[in-house]
């Protein structure tokens, strides 16, 4: 079964109780985020899938934002970063377009906390993993 197979089923399903998720993306947005060099895993995921809240700690964004979108212009050690999620807490996650595009965590007060895979297919699937094991955990420990 591959990555996205998987993906389909768990959305299907709704095992993580997604609020909002699915939302289709403007072709006019997706132009958007091609020209600026996004990855094009990336592209066929929100096509295919769609974006928002995935469970209640995760959010895949509406649209990508730049590092002075949300820092301040100070904040230039994170030029070259694309944020195009968060966990809905402290994390935000990006991709690193200086660094082959990786995917990094970056907290809240603009400190980059972890690379977090080398790409986004890898992301998504170790994020969905980690999703199923928390909405397991909390079935089993109400």
Same mark, same amino acid.
């Given at each position: 079964m591959t990555i996205y197979?998987?993906?389909q089923q768990v959305l299907k399903s709704n095992v993580l109780g997604a609020k909002n998720f699915g939302n289709n993306i403007s072709k006019q947005d997706i132009k958007k985020i091609s020209y600026s060099g996004i990855p094009n895993e990336y592209i066929y995921f929100i096509k295919e899938y769609g974006v928002g809240q995935l469970s209640d700690t995760f959010l895949l964004d509406f649209e990508i934002l730049e590092y002075d979108e949300i820092f301040n212009?100070?904040?230039n050690h994170l030029e070259g970063m694309y944020f195009f999620g968060g966990d809905l807490g402290e994390?935000?996650?990006a991709f690193d377009s200086k660094n082959n595009w990786q995917i990094?965590?970056?907290? =809240? =007060?603009?400190?980059v906390f972890d690379v977090v895979a080398q790409t986004f297919t890898e992301f998504i699937h170790k994020k969905f993993d980690e999703l199923i094991e928390i909405e397991k955990y909390r079935k089993n420990n109400p």
């Open positions: 197979n998987k993906m212009e100070e904040d994390y935000l996650f990094v965590e970056i907290d =809240s =007060s603009g400190e």
